[in-house]
């Protein structure tokens, strides 16, 4: 395989869990952490 490209794929796996955390986000699954009770409460674990 073609060196450049097995170092692209090779950090692109390296970084992979980063970017699975804003395609949960782009996804709509948000981490909120700051939500309180109150708001939990009213609208869920959206």
């Known amino acids: 395989?073609?060196?450049?490209l097995q170092t692209a794929?090779?950090?692109f796996?390296?970084?992979a869990t980063?970017?699975?955390k804003y395609d949960r986000y782009?996804?709509?699954?948000?981490?909120l952490a700051f939500a309180t009770e109150?708001?939990?409460n009213t609208?869920?674990?959206?």
């Open 9 to 11: 794929l090779d950090n």
């Open 26 to 31: 782009y996804n709509g699954d948000h981490d």
């Open 13 to 15: 796996r390296c970084n």
């Open 1 to 4: 395989m073609n060196n450049d």
């Open 43 to 46: 609208f869920g674990s959206l």
């Open 38 to 40: 109150k708001f939990q």
């Open 18 to 20: 980063r970017y699975a």
